[in-house]
C-alpha cells in the first residue's frame, strides 16, 4: 500500500463504533465476515470509510459506516448512516484499504432522500429511500471515482458479472479491524421470496452470499459492484441497506439500488454545488516570530459556507507555542467577533448567542480546530463579508497570526430563515 498519504491537517486517531451501525428496527445496518481478501488486496480504491465524531469538544472520529466515491468530490452512502448526524460531524476516510492509514476527508454537506424512512422492523416495515450524498472539503485526486450503474443494471448483476461488495465493518470475531473487506454476492432479487416485507424492486436489490462471507455491522453504505460480461471495469450497483440481525446466517441481504435513484443523485449533486461557497483565501502573519525559517507559513485556514452553516478548520504547526491560543473569526466589516460563547462587538460587548460546534485536537506536533457556526451568528448582511480567523495569546488576547478571507459570499439573509 505504501505510505499513507496524510494532508496537512492532522489524521485522525480513530476508534471503531461498530454498535452505532445497528439501526434501531434490529436490522444490521450493514461489516463482512470472513473476508475473501487477504488484508491490503480488496482492490476497490472508491471505497471509503465514513466516520462520525460524536463529542464535539474533542475530534476523535470514530469508524461507523461505508460508502462509495463517485466523483472527486462526492461520498455517496446510505441515509440511515448519516440522517442523525450534522455534516460537521462526518468526515471519510479516502487512499488506504486500512482507515487507520488513510487521508481523512471533512464532510462539509449533505443530503439526505426526501423519501427516506426509518421504518419500524426489518421483517415488517423495513428502511425506505435509503441513500444520501456528501459532499468533502476538497476532492480526492488520487482515487479515480467509481461509476453509477446505468438504468439498465442487469447486465452488471447477472451470472456472468462478478457482483462483489466491499465495507470497513466488523470481521466473524466481532471485531473492527479497520480493513477494507470484500465478498462475492449473488442477486436473488427476482429469483426467490424476499424474507423482508415490502422490498422494492425497482429500487432495492437483494442479494446473497456466494460463500461465507457477508456484510455485517459497520458494512453499511459499503458499495455493491459488479461489471459487464467480459469486462473488468467496476460499476457502483447497489449499497449495503439491512438485513438480518445474525451476521453470516446465509440470509440475503438488502442493498439500496442505485439504478434507481440516478436522476435523485444528480439532483442531489447539483444541490450540494449549487450552495457551496468556497472562499479563496490569503495569509498574514502578525507575529514574525511564528514563522519559521524558511518562511513557509504554519498556519492553514479552509473556509466552507452552505446554505446554512459556516465550517472552519485551522491547522497550526505550533512551533514556539507554550500553550494553545484560542481562535476567533472576526467579520472585518464592524470588527464582530464570533466565537464559542456568541457573537460580540469591538469593545467586547455580547451581542447574541450562536449555535456552534467546536472542536481542538494535537497529534503529531500539529493543532487543528474545527468549528462550525450557524450562519444566523453573522447578522443582517448586505453583499461579500471580509473575514479574517485569529490565533491570540490567552493570558492578554494579543494577535499571534491571522488568515484572511478577503470576500465570503454568503447565501440567504438570517431573517428569512428564523
Known amino acids: 500500500m505504501g505510505a499513507p498519504k496524510t494532508p496537512r491537517r492532522r489524521r485522525a486517531t480513530l476508534v471503531a463504533l461498530a454498535a452505532l451501525s445497528v439501526c434501531a428496527n434490529g436490522a444490521v445496518a450493514g461489516a ?40 472527486p468530490d462526492l461520498v455517496v452512502t446510505v441515509g440511515h448512516c448519516v440522517v442523525d448526524f450534522p455534516a460537521s460531524s462526518l468526515s471519510v476516510s479516502v487512499d488506504s484499504e486500512n482507515v487507520f492509514d488513510g487521508t481523512i476527508h471533512q464532510v462539509v454537506d449533505r443530503v439526505v432522500h ?27 485526486t488520487a482515487i479515480t471515482p467509481v461509476r453509477l450503474a446505468p438504468f439498465n443494471d442487469a447486465p452488471l448483476r447477472g451470472p456472468r458479472s462478478q457482483l462483489r461488495v466491499f465495507g470497513f465493518g466488523i470481521d466473524e470475531t466481532g471485531d473492527a479491524s479497520g480493513w477494507l473487506g470484500r465478498a462475492p454476492q449473488v442477486d436473488v432479487t427476482g429469483k426467490r421470496t424476499s424474507p423482508y416485507a415490502g422490498l422494492d424492486r425497482n429500487r432495492q436489490i437483494l442479494a446473497r452470499p456466494r ?13 455493491l459492484v459488479g461489471n459487464r460480461p467480459g469486462k473488468k471495469a467496476p460499476f457502483l450497483v447497489g449499497l449495503v441497506s439491512y438485513g438480518s440481525d445474525i451476521c453470516g446466517d446465509g440470509m440475503p441481504v438488502v442493498y439500496t439500488r442505485v439504478a434507481g435513484y440516478r436522476a435523485w443523485l444528480n439532483e442531489a449533486a447539483a444541490l450540494l454545488r449549487n450552495r457551496a461557497g468556497t472562499t479563496e483565501l490569503r495569509y498574514t502573519a502578525a507575529d514574525r516570530r511564528a514563522v519559521p525559517l524558511d518562511g513557509e507559513p504554519i498556519v492553514e485556514a479552509e473556509l466552507t459556507v452552505s446554505s446554512e452553516r459556516l465550517h472552519l478548520t485551522v491547522t497550526d504547526v505550533e512551533r514556539g507555542r507554550a500553550a494553545p491560543p484560542d481562535v476567533v ?21 455580547h451581542i447574541r448567542g450562536c449555535d456552534e460546534t467546536y472542536g481542538r485536537s494535537v497529534a503529531d506536533g500539529e493543532i487543528v480546530w474545527r468549528l462550525a457556526f450557524d450562519l444566523a451568528c453573522l447578522g443582517e448582511r448586505d453583499g461579500p463579508l ?23 459570499d454568503v447565501p440567504g439573509r438570517p431573517s428569512q430563515r428564523r
Open 32 to 71: 463482512i465476515t470472513s473476508p475473501v481478501n487477504e488484508p491490503g488486496s480488496a482492490n476497490a480504491p472508491y471505497a471509503v470509510a465514513i466516520l462520525v465524531n460524536v463529542d464535539a469538544s474533542v475530534f476523535e472520529p470514530q469508524l461507523f459506516c461505508s460508502g462509495a466515491l463517485i466523483a
Open 114 to 140: 426526501p423519501g427516506y424512512e426509518p421504518g419500524e422492523g426489518f421483517l415488517t416495515d423495513p428502511l425506505a429511500n435509503d441513500i444520501a450524498l456528501l459532499r468533502l472539503d476538497t476532492p480526492v
Open 211 to 223: 460463500g461465507a462471507a457477508n456484510p455485517c455491522v459497520g458494512d453499511s453504505g459499503g458499495p
Open 329 to 349: 473569526l472576526v467579520v472585518a466589516d464592524d470588527e464582530r467577533i464570533v466565537t464559542a460563547q456568541g457573537v460580540r462587538s469591538a469593545d467586547g460587548t
Open 386 to 408: 471580509q473575514m479574517r480567523v485569529e490565533l491570540r495569546r490567552g493570558a492578554d488576547g494579543s494577535i499571534l497570526e491571522q488568515v484572511l478571507f478577503a470576500r465570503v
